[in-house]
């Protein structure tokens, strides 16, 4: 689990996981498309470990289920297939105070389903904010009943600007991950237990007579296409990606999460190859893979061996 890739349509979009993806990550969200999804990672690489997340439900779903039919959650996760289980929307954000019966219920719950898929691994999918987290469980006692944490997107950006886009406002600002992460540990936390998250995501921000418009894309299309010089464009910088993959071999995490895998640049348009990378094919997830599990080399290791990143056509 030390690097994972999250997948939004499975390997149908990339056709092939580059080697530093040593687990793939897959959603319930769009119930009708996961097997498909699983299947397609299956026939890209038929030995890598799977990881679902699921997001299928809601609280009071997730309460109604495991109170009066945890069976057909487990009945459900096991015709998937998969090799890891992160339940997501477990947490209450209005409790101010942890609810000690629904921790009690979800540790019932996740011994019936160990017991029930014994070769599985069961984790919790964490909010960004610790402050939701204390809220919602008591941590300390969890610690002993899960095999995993997986710590929501906190998503840091660097922007291009042009002159005239200075005085825009910056509509998503970033987070500290590490903050977050030692309010965890302080609460409780068993932080060699927690996985965390970068999503990959070209930012495009528009100001227009009706105010701001964001939409994203990615790196693959960003390299191939000129500025459009109305809008500003926020990236991902070779820095903010070796700082954020460094947390984890720094603080003694499990593992780290790339997100939307097929936002990375998939077919090397930007044509950079980083690290001990040998093509310019998925840079920020080399980045990733290799800086995450070492801390002897400095930020310039990972620079473009030929040019910058992004390689923009202005």
Same mark, same amino acid.
């Given at each position: 689990m030390k690097c994972m890739c999250g997948l939004l349509d499975g390997a149908n979009t990339v056709n092939q996981l580059?080697?530093?993806? @040593?687990?793939? !990550?897959?959603? !319930?969200?769009?119930?009708? #498309?996961?097997?498909?999804n699983i299947a397609a990672i299956r026939k890209a690489n038929v030995n890598i470990p799977i990881m679902l997340i699921y997001d299928f439900l809601f609280l009071d779903d997730w309460v109604y289920y495991l109170t009066n039919d945890s069976n057909a959650i487990a009945n459900h996760i096991q015709s998937l297939k998969v090799d890891a289980v992160a339940l997501e929307n477990t947490y209450n954000k209005t409790e101010k105070v942890p609810?000690? #019966? /629904? +921790?009690?219920?979800? !540790?019932?719950?996740?011994?019936? %389903?160990?017991?029930?898929?014994?070769?599985?691994? /069961? &984790? *919790?999918?964490?909010?960004? @904010?610790?402050?939701?987290? %204390? #809220?919602?469980?008591? $941590?300390?006692?969890?610690n002993n009943h899960v095999d995993f944490?997986?710590?929501?997107? +906190?998503?840091?950006?660097?922007? =291009?600007?042009?002159?005239?886009?200075?005085?825009?406002? =910056? !509509?998503?600002?970033? #987070?500290?991950?590490?903050?977050? *992460?030692?309010?965890l540990k302080e609460g409780?936390?068993?932080?060699? @237990? $927690?996985?965390?998250? *970068?999503?990959?995501?070209?930012?495009? =921000?528009?100001? +227009? %007579?009706? &105010?701001?418009?964001?939409?994203? %894309?990615?790196?693959?299309?960003?390299?191939?296409?000129?500025l459009d010089k109305d809008r500003r464009y926020c990236i991902e910088t070779i820095k903010n990606m070796f700082e954020k993959a460094r947390i984890r071999i720094n603080m003694n995490l499990l593992g780290v999460l790339v997100l939307d895998l097929e936002d990375d640049d998939y077919e090397g348009k930007c044509d950079c190859t980083v690290g001990a990378a040998t093509s310019p094919n998925f840079p920020l997830l080399n980045i990733v893979a290799e800086a995450s599990q070492e801390n002897t080399t400095n930020v310039d290791h990972y620079n473009c061996k030929n040019g910058n990143f992004p390689k923009i056509h202005k």
């Open positions: 580059p080697p530093g993806c @040593k687990t793939a !990550v897959v959603t !319930v969200g769009n119930a009708d #498309n996961t097997c498909e609810d000690g #019966n /629904f +921790t009690n219920l979800l !540790v019932k719950s996740l011994q019936e %389903f160990k017991c029930a898929l014994p070769t599985m691994m /069961f &984790g *919790i999918v964490l909010p960004a @904010k610790a402050n939701i987290s %204390f #809220n919602s469980y008591n $941590l300390t006692y969890l944490y997986l710590l929501k997107d +906190t998503a840091p950006h660097d922007c =291009i600007y042009k002159d005239h886009q200075k005085d825009m406002n =910056i !509509v998503w600002l970033p #987070n500290d991950i590490v903050i977050e *992460i030692e309010d409780g936390l068993e932080t060699s @237990k $927690l996985i965390y998250e *970068i999503r990959l995501k070209v930012l495009s =921000i528009l100001d +227009t %007579f009706y &105010g701001l418009r964001p939409a994203d %894309f990615g790196y693959s299309r960003l390299c191939s296409v000129h």
